[in-house]
């Protein structure tokens, strides 16, 4: 891979480790002047809406650090393996160097965004939500531009011939992506499991997490329904992926690695919404549904290509 390419993205992590480890012992200063149950999660508002133990005051430091060591490891593995993609030489190059950079980007955001959170714990002021909502936004954006130059730079540089041999490594990579990704969730909802629901200082609430989308107090036990579906929609895609593999079926294959990666990633940022009794927002829901179809579409493409170029 290009040297500037990688020292960019080591500056990048160095940037991050910064970010975090300043963040950190900052809080740490401030241990000693905070309350024995300082303020540590807001609302919609900004306004502090959970009071807890000086302990929790390290969630922002370890979703960070969780953000920080996914892109790390991510970074490793972008570096050294293939893409498996059906694209030249120079293609595959530009393609690891953009998912390399998009990567790092949004870890950066995202641990800007924890950062400020962490400031805003450790002086106990209330949060400008648009700025945190901005952080957010950002990596967001920079994950959906990433996908777009990516899937451009690919058809851009798709060889003549097809003789370019798929290692299988994208295939490989969703899997894992995806049931790394759901694993992770489930590690975060048993971390906060006993501080919902928000107001648990009110007892008629014991037990109940508040769904900002139906604005109301439901059996907490209902956040693990989205961790349900989406294991059994990566079971069932294993299942349709291995069977079109012994078919030699490599569309459907691919359109089989598009959804765990959909899946998986969406459901990842739906149940991070959940668990912060946040609204589930109907933008992602619209670029999870368009994400899908555009995969049918492309599956039922390269379907008919394969069928024409065996007649």
């Given amino acids: 891979m290009n040297k500037t390419v990688i020292l960019l993205h080591r500056t990048l992590m160095i940037l991050c480790i910064l970010i975090l480890g300043g963040s950190l012992v900052y809080y740490l200063t401030k241990w000693g002047s905070l309350p024995d149950e300082p303020g540590i999660h807001f609302d919609s508002d900004g306004k502090f809406d959970v009071y807890a133990s000086k302990i929790y005051g390290f969630y922002p430091h370890l979703i960070g650090g969780i953000a920080l060591v996914i892109g790390a490891v991510a970074g490793h593995l972008i570096a050294k393996k293939n893409t498996g ?87 490989r990579s969703c899997r894992i992506a995806a049931w790394l990704l759901t694993g992770l969730s489930v590690i975060l909802l048993i971390f906060i499991w006993e501080r919902l629901p928000e107001d648990d200082v009110i007892d008629q609430y014991h037990g109940m997490a508040y769904f900002a989308n139906f604005d109301a107090y439901l059996n907490k036990w ?55 009794e946040a609204k589930i927002g109907a933008v992602s829901v619209c670029i999870y549904i368009g994400l899908t179809i555009l995969s049918a579409a492309l599956y039922v493409f390269h379907k008919m290509e394969n069928e024409h170029e065996r007649e």
């Avoid at 060889?159 to 290692?167: A, E, F, G, L, V």
């Avoid at 294959?253 to 959940?274: A, E």
């Fill in 222 to 276: 209902l956040l693990t329904i989205p961790y349900a579906v989406c294991a059994g929609l990566l079971a069932v895609l294993e299942v349709i992926s291995a069977k079109a593999m012994k078919k030699d079926h490599k569309a459907l294959v691919r359109f089989t690695d598009r959804l765990k990666l959909i899946n998986g990633l969406f459901f990842f940022w739906w149940n991070l919404q959940l668990m912060s």
């Fill in 85 to 171: 993609l059906n694209v030249s030489e120079k293609g595959e190059n530009i393609i690891k160097a953009e998912i390399l950079l998009t990567v790092d980007i949004i870890t950066v955001f995202v641990d800007l965004m924890f950062l400020y959170w962490s400031l805003c714990v450790s002086r106990q002021h209330f949060m400008n939500t648009n700025i945190s909502l901005a952080f957010l936004s950002a990596a967001f954006a920079a994950g959906l531009i990433g996908i777009i130059t990516e899937i451009i730079t690919a058809a851009r540089h798709k060889p003549n011939s097809d003789t370019k041999k798929d290692t299988g490594a994208f295939h």
